[in-house]
């Protein structure tokens, strides 16, 4: 196949495909449907889209802020903890048991 010829070729498709078809439907704007009519949910969609973002938006805080809270308290525990091992061999800190 010669280059000439592929240009060629090429040259034709792409006059093919760059011709506007002969039977063009022409959209008449005056008569479309609102946008807001077109694109229209209807309300139960609409609140079950919302409900569900909000169900999972709160899931996925409270499972943050559960995390973050189990952190803190074992870092609490575990410091207080070493604390009174510490006062316990300084001999400040005597354990008193109480018997009734």
Same mark, same amino acid.
């Given at each position: 196949?010669?280059?000439?010829?592929q240009?060629? $070729?090429?040259?034709?498709?792409?006059?093919? &495909?760059a011709?506007?078809?002969l039977? %063009?439907?022409?959209?008449? *704007?005056?008569?479309?449907?609102?946008r807001s009519?077109k694109h229209?949910?209807?309300?139960?969609?609409q609140?079950?889209?919302i $409900?569900?973002?909000?169900?999972?938006?709160w &899931?996925?805080?409270g499972?943050v802020? %559960?995390f973050l809270c189990? *952190?803190f308290?074992?870092?609490y525990?575990?410091s207080?903890?070493?604390?009174?091992?510490q006062?316990?061999?300084?001999g400040?800190v005597?354990l008193i048991n109480i018997i009734?």
């Amino acid at each position: 196949m010669d280059l000439q010829d592929q240009a060629s $070729s090429l040259r034709g498709k792409v006059n093919d &495909i760059a011709e506007p078809p002969l039977q %063009s439907h022409e959209v008449d *704007i005056m008569n479309l449907p609102p946008r807001s009519v077109k694109h229209l949910r209807s309300r139960a969609q609409q609140k079950k889209t919302i $409900s569900q973002g909000k169900l999972h938006l709160w &899931i996925t805080r409270g499972i943050v802020i %559960s995390f973050l809270c189990m *952190i803190f308290f074992i870092v609490y525990y575990l410091s207080s903890d070493m604390n009174m091992d510490q006062e316990m061999k300084k001999g400040t800190v005597r354990l008193i048991n109480i018997i009734k």
